[in-house]
Every structure is written in structure tokens, then in C-alpha cells.
């Protein structure tokens, strides 16, 4: 077997409980991270057997997997730091902890394209989602107003859209013939 194909074998078998529990709890985390899984998984049937990848599939698993890796530690470091394994009350910071991870996607990016913002603001956000998490705070129904306000005073550009990873999965699994949409394409809880 391709070697990167044994490496994403190995996270998947290591992340699969942890992320088929995301799936059951229906946490915003499975819906945020499903898009990369789910092309990662396809590319992973379709090629499984072969000798060698097409280059375009060798830099997709690549990204994804790299991707994939760093978003589930970053989850996986606040539910064994802060929440001592609770699953549920891991949940119950779901939410949180997606903000956390869509800010430093943003961030990345940002950077990447040299894009000029308020980068003590975006600090200053991290900080609060984070101090939420470390000291248990209420969770507000309207988090998401807040975070947007914040982020759109950060950035301020009228026409900037952001183009994250996951957007660009979304767009690779539509080529490939993937549904998102159908809950029956999950493909969670399959062996491989």
C-alpha cells in the first residue's frame, strides 16, 4: 500500500471514536470537519489498491490529512485539558471550540495572503473564547453575532471573502461525486 494512504489508515483508525462521537452528538465539530473526512475516506477506497497516486490525489490527501490532524489534536487538547475526558461536557463547548478553530483558520490565511488586520483584535477574541473554555463560562446563544461583529472590525475589507480548507474539500468532494447534503454519503463507521 502508498505510504501516505498507511499514514491516513493510521489517523483514521485512531481518530475514528473520537470523531463517530462528534457524528451521534450531532456537534457542530463533525459538521465543520465531515467534508475534508468524507473526501479523505473516498480518495482512500478508490485508491487503496493502486501502486502509486496521481499527483492532484497525492497533494489532496496530503492537505486534507495534514489538516484534519491539526484540527482533531487542537479538539482532542481541550477535551483531555479542560474537560478531563467528559465527553459531554466537552459538548457543551462545541461551539467554542469551533470558533477557536475558524479563527485560526482565518488567521493562517490572513497571513498567507498578506492581508493587513487588527492582529492584537483577533488575539484579543482567541483569548476570550479560550477563557471561556479554561474557566467554564455560560456559553451565550448569540456567541455567533458576537464572534461575526468582532471579526468583521478585525478585517475590515468590504468584498474579502474567506476561502477556507474546508470550502475548498466541499469543492473537491462535489468533483468527486460526493453528496454532503445526504446523511446517507457519511461514511463514518465504516471499516477500512
Same mark, same amino acid.
Given at each position: 500500500m502508498?505510504?501516505?494512504?498507511?499514514e491516513?489508515q493510521s489517523w $483514521?483508525i485512531?481518530?475514528?471514536?473520537?470523531?463517530?462521537g462528534l457524528k451521534?452528538?450531532?456537534s457542530?465539530?463533525y459538521?465543520?470537519?465531515?467534508p475534508? $473526512?468524507?473526501v479523505? $475516506?473516498?480518495?482512500?477506497k478508490?485508491?487503496?489498491?493502486e501502486?502509486s497516486?496521481?499527483?492532484?490525489?497525492?497533494? =489532496?490527501?496530503q492537505?486534507?490529512?495534514?489538516?484534519l490532524?491539526?484540527?482533531?489534536?487542537t479538539c482532542?487538547l481541550? $477535551?483531555e485539558?479542560?474537560?478531563n475526558?467528559?465527553?459531554?461536557a466537552?459538548?457543551e463547548y462545541?461551539?467554542?471550540?469551533n470558533y477557536l478553530?475558524?479563527?485560526?483558520?482565518?488567521?493562517y490565511e490572513l497571513?498567507?495572503k498578506?492581508?493587513?488586520y487588527?492582529?492584537?483584535?483577533?488575539?484579543d477574541i482567541?483569548?476570550y473564547l479560550?477563557?471561556? =473554555?479554561?474557566?467554564?463560562?455560560?456559553?451565550?446563544?448569540?456567541?455567533n453575532v458576537? =464572534?461575526?461583529s468582532?471579526?468583521?472590525?478585525?478585517i475590515q475589507?468590504?468584498?474579502y471573502?474567506?476561502?477556507?480548507i474546508?470550502?475548498?474539500f466541499?469543492?473537491?468532494?462535489?468533483?468527486?461525486g460526493i453528496?454532503?447534503?445526504?446523511?446517507?454519503d457519511?461514511v463514518?463507521?465504516?471499516d477500512?
Amino acid at each position: 500500500m502508498i505510504e501516505l494512504l498507511k499514514e491516513y489508515q493510521s489517523w $483514521y483508525i485512531e481518530n475514528k471514536e473520537f470523531f463517530e462521537g462528534l457524528k451521534s452528538h450531532e456537534s457542530v465539530l463533525y459538521t465543520r470537519l465531515y467534508p475534508v $473526512y468524507d473526501v479523505l $475516506y473516498f480518495l482512500y477506497k478508490e485508491n487503496k489498491n493502486e501502486d502509486s497516486l496521481d499527483e492532484d490525489i497525492d497533494k =489532496i490527501i496530503q492537505v486534507g490529512l495534514e489538516y484534519l490532524h491539526g484540527q482533531l489534536f487542537t479538539c482532542k487538547l481541550y $477535551y483531555e485539558k479542560f474537560f478531563n475526558k467528559n465527553f459531554h461536557a466537552f459538548l457543551e463547548y462545541d461551539r467554542v471550540v469551533n470558533y477557536l478553530l475558524f479563527l485560526e483558520d482565518l488567521k493562517y490565511e490572513l497571513n498567507e495572503k498578506k492581508i493587513d488586520y487588527d492582529t492584537e483584535g483577533l488575539e484579543d477574541i482567541i483569548d476570550y473564547l479560550e477563557s471561556m =473554555i479554561s474557566e467554564k463560562k455560560e456559553v451565550l446563544d448569540n456567541l455567533n453575532v458576537y =464572534i461575526d461583529s468582532r471579526v468583521s472590525n478585525i478585517i475590515q475589507l468590504d468584498h474579502y471573502e474567506f476561502h477556507s480548507i474546508i470550502d475548498i474539500f466541499v469543492e473537491i468532494g462535489d468533483t468527486l461525486g460526493i453528496n454532503f447534503d445526504d446523511e446517507e454519503d457519511l461514511v463514518i463507521g465504516e471499516d477500512i
